[in-house]
């Protein structure tokens, strides 16, 4: 309950602003902010779910299943995209007992290909937590460029228009490589396919990346087709 208090229009109103000024207290200021958006994207979610029977739902970033798991409970078939490889092994055995999960141990781009995936530097010690951090993009404050893999990338705009059946949610947790990809996606045909989008952003880890992403929140909110919500946490 103290926590749920905090979450007031006022606090919001003052991230609000506060994110806006320059440098890291900005940016911590707006991790906070979406710290408080984040209960309301998670009931959007469930709430998204319950319009999923028959449909396909994606989970970018799938980890070790926690949400994919969710997502097969409401609908038909859930395509689950994880690049690490040992991420990908884990999240098989973990749910191996879910009959419409299919696990693509590959990364979601804009093109196919093979790209380097960088882990931290603490992956090997401690996998489980840190397989959350892994991204595709080196310029990402907690990687370590030395401790990268080659893992398989997917045209993911490609990938849905080829689906057969409309996609009713797609989770993506991606570690900065949405930007690019929902660039793509939101000028492709195939989102009009889309019932549901939610995104974790990632800028206050990769700076270079704050501008690109305001305008995705900016574009996002005018779209009605799919609905997005970039607050995901």
Same mark, same amino acid.
């Given at each position: 309950?103290?926590?749920?208090?905090?979450?007031?229009?006022?606090?919001?109103?003052?991230?609000?602003?506060? +994110?806006?000024?320059?440098?890291?207290?900005?940016?911590?200021?707006?991790?906070?902010?979406?710290?408080? %958006?984040?209960?309301?994207?998670?009931?959007?979610? /469930?709430?998204?779910?319950?319009?999923?029977?028959?449909?396909?739902?994606?989970?970018?970033?799938?980890?070790?299943?926690?949400?994919?798991?969710?997502?097969? !409970?409401?609908?038909?078939?859930?395509?689950?995209?994880?690049?690490?490889?040992?991420?990908?092994?884990?999240? /098989?055995?973990?749910?191996?007992?879910?009959?419409?999960?299919?696990?693509?141990?590959?990364?979601?781009?804009?093109?196919?290909?093979?790209?380097?995936?960088? /882990?931290?530097?603490?992956?090997?010690?401690?996998?489980?937590?840190?397989? +959350?951090?892994?991204?595709?993009?080196?310029?990402?404050?907690?990687?370590?460029?030395?401790?990268?893999?080659? *893992?398989?990338?997917?045209?993911?705009?490609?990938?849905?228009?080829?689906?057969?059946?409309?996609?009713? *949610?797609?989770?993506?947790?991606?570690?900065? !490589?949405?930007?690019?990809?929902?660039?793509?996606? %939101?000028?492709?045909? *195939?989102?009009? /396919?889309?019932?549901?989008?939610? *995104?974790?952003?990632?800028?206050?880890?990769?700076?270079?990346?704050?501008?690109?992403?305001?305008?995705?929140?900016?574009?996002?909110?005018?779209?009605?087709?799919?609905?997005?919500?970039?607050?995901?946490?």
């Amino acid at each position: 309950m103290a926590q749920a208090n905090r979450n007031t229009p006022l606090r919001r109103a003052k991230y609000s602003l506060m +994110q806006h000024l320059p440098g890291e207290l900005g940016l911590k200021y707006r991790r906070k902010l979406r710290k408080l %958006f984040a209960p309301a994207a998670e009931a959007e979610f /469930r709430e998204a779910l319950t319009e999923a029977a028959g449909k396909i739902c994606v989970d970018l970033g799938a980890n070790l299943g926690q949400h994919t798991r969710t997502m097969a !409970a409401h609908a038909a078939k859930v395509y689950a995209f994880e690049p690490d490889p040992w991420t990908a092994a884990e999240l /098989r055995k973990r749910l191996a007992d879910v009959s419409n999960i299919e696990v693509i141990e590959a990364a979601a781009g804009t093109e196919d290909g093979t790209f380097p995936l960088y /882990r931290t530097s603490s992956f090997d010690s401690d996998p489980v937590e840190q397989s +959350q951090s892994s991204s595709l993009m080196a310029q990402k404050r907690n990687i370590d460029k030395a401790s990268a893999v080659d *893992v398989n990338v997917i045209d993911f705009p490609a990938f849905l228009a080829a689906l057969d059946g409309d996609i009713a *949610v797609i989770k993506m947790d991606i570690e900065g !490589a949405e930007v690019p990809l929902l660039e793509a996606l %939101f000028d492709h045909p *195939v989102k009009k /396919r889309i019932g549901h989008l939610f *995104v974790e952003t990632h800028e206050s880890r990769i700076p270079d990346l704050l501008a690109r992403t305001d305008a995705l929140r900016a574009r996002a909110a005018t779209m009605t087709q799919p609905r997005v919500n970039m607050d995901w946490k």
